[in-house]
Nanobody
Framework: QVQLVESGGGLVQAGGSLRLSCAAS????????MGWFRQGPGKEREFVAA????????NYVDSVKGRFAISRDNAKNTVSLQMNSLKPEDTAVYLC?????????????????WGQGTQVTVSS
């Protein structure tokens, strides 16, 4: 069982930056692929970024490439999402998720555990 708690969301103007963090419980954190998803108002859940257990492989949705960066610290059981050059269309609840393989990191069904989410609002 893994429990995930996100933090770092908030209100920011377009062009600004935020850093999201996700703290995980458990002793096997490094075995999990970690992902960030988001769900905007009236929209389906969307993959944002993922990182493999060892941190050596990452994957991003095209709309955030070059603006967002995912990282992890296995010693601290945390995964972060640095978000720069934010746009109003990035407004959403951002959720952290943990899965056991990196086979299909963009697919929500591949993740076993989910956090409650943190709200990110980007004003124009």
């Amino acid at each position: 069982q893994v429990q995930l708690v996100e933090s770092g969301g908030g209100l920011v103007q377009a062009g600004g930056s935020l850093r999201l963090s996700c703290a995980a419980s458990g002793r096997t954190f490094s075995r999990y692929t970690m992902g960030w998803f988001r769900q905007g108002p009236g929209k389906e859940r969307e993959f944002v970024a993922a990182i493999s257990g060892g941190g050596g492989t990452t994957n991003y949705v095209d709309s955030v490439k070059g603006r967002f960066a995912i990282s992890r610290d296995n010693a601290k059981n945390t995964v972060s999402l640095q978000m720069n050059s934010l746009k109003p269309e990035d407004t959403a609840v951002y959720l952290c998720a943990a899965g056991r393989t990196f086979g299909r990191p963009t697919i929500a069904a591949e993740y076993y555990y989910w956090g409650q989410g943190t709200q990110v609002t980007v004003s124009s």
